[in-house]
């Protein structure tokens, strides 16, 4: 399943995060989908003080490296997360899933497969 939305006016850190979170399309790279998770992972462990990830996320956001993605994963997970993100669904044309009853990437991903659900 691929996701189609509009692009213009979001910053290629936003149309990728928007992209990361409706899943992962076959035509994806790898390596996005493995940027946005290694930014989770970070994220995680320093909220959890995890002193192995001490400075992930800063070191990701140094030059040379992903600092626009950073600083797009910091605001969406912050305080303001839900009001940045409904505003980048509005801005790319989205509507907000979690009104309608629709199934999780996850879930999209195991029906193709034919796995039962666990619920």
């Not at 939305?5 to 076959?26: H, I, R, T």
């Not at 493995?34 to 001490?54: F, H, I, K, Y």
């Not at 979690?98 to 195991?110: K, N, W």
Request: no cysteine; glycine share 8%.
């Amino acid at each position: 399943m691929s996701v189609k939305f509009v692009k213009e006016g979001l910053s290629s850190a936003e149309a990728s995060l928007l992209a990361w979170q409706f899943g992962a399309s076959e035509d994806d790279r790898p390596f996005v989908s493995a940027l946005w998770v290694a930014l989770s992972n970070a994220w995680e462990n320093e909220q959890r003080g995890d002193s192995m990830a001490t400075d992930f996320l800063r070191r990701l956001g140094s030059a040379g490296a992903f600092p626009e993605e950073v600083a797009t994963f910091r605001r969406f997970k912050s305080s303001e997360g839900e009001g940045y993100w409904l505003d980048l669904l509005d801005r790319a044309g989205l509507a907000d899933r979690r009104q309608r009853d629709e199934p999780t990437p996850t879930e999209r991903r195991r029906a193709k497969k034919g796995v039962a659900s666990s619920d």
